[in-house]
């Protein structure tokens, strides 16, 4: 028996002629609320604010950038500009402590020691290796 696969689950259903349902209430509020702003303030800032409201509503409905919607980067960048910027380091003491004391359980046994090599030994080795390579 076979069955069919739903292809395309992440594309939205266009509901409103070529526009998905979010979109549309982005368009229609922002012409709802430049028409409000158009209407109640005086002209000479009316038009302005009621334009840059469509701009904004258009914006979130139509574009992408980097394929991430509009509403995704204007929502990172207030979260920016309100968060706090100043990163500072602090070394907890009590997480400094309790490494302090897992090393002084372990036993020098299980410390791992350093082998100091001289370059007598280095030349050595290389030379030992140098032969090796060539008996092959």
Same mark, same amino acid.
């Given at each position: 028996?076979?069955?069919? $696969?739903?292809?395309?689950?992440?594309?939205?259903?266009?509901?409103? @002629?070529?526009?998905?349902?979010?979109?549309?209430?982005?368009?229609? @509020? %922002?012409?709802?609320? /430049?028409?409000?702003?158009?209407?109640?303030?005086?002209?000479?800032?009316?038009?302005?604010?009621? &334009?840059?409201?469509?701009?904004? /509503?258009?914006?979130?409905?139509?574009?992408?950038?980097?394929?991430?919607?509009?509403?995704?980067? &204007?929502?990172? =960048?207030?979260?920016?500009?309100?968060?706090?910027?100043?990163?500072? =380091?602090?070394?907890?003491?009590?997480?400094?402590?309790?490494?302090?004391?897992?090393?002084?359980?372990? @036993?020098?046994?299980? $410390?791992?020691?350093?082998?100091?090599?001289? %370059?007598?030994?280095?030349?050595?080795?290389?030379?030992? &290796?140098?032969?090796?390579?060539?008996?092959?």
């Amino acid at each position: 028996m076979q069955f069919q $696969m739903p292809q395309f689950i992440d594309v939205e259903d266009k509901i409103f @002629g070529p526009l998905t349902f979010k979109q549309f209430i982005y368009v229609a @509020g %922002g012409i709802c609320l /430049g028409y409000v702003a158009y209407r109640f303030l005086p002209i000479f800032l009316g038009v302005p604010v009621a &334009l840059a409201v469509a701009g904004l /509503g258009a914006l979130l409905s139509f574009y992408q950038y980097n394929q991430r919607p509009f509403i995704e980067i &204007l929502q990172a =960048w207030v979260i920016f500009k309100i968060s706090k910027k100043l990163y500072l =380091w602090k070394r907890d003491p009590i997480r400094q402590a309790d490494k302090t004391k897992q090393q002084s359980r372990q @036993g020098p046994e299980t $410390m791992i020691q350093e082998k100091i090599v001289s %370059g007598e030994s280095i030349s050595q080795i290389s030379r030992n &290796l140098d032969l090796f390579d060539k008996k092959r």
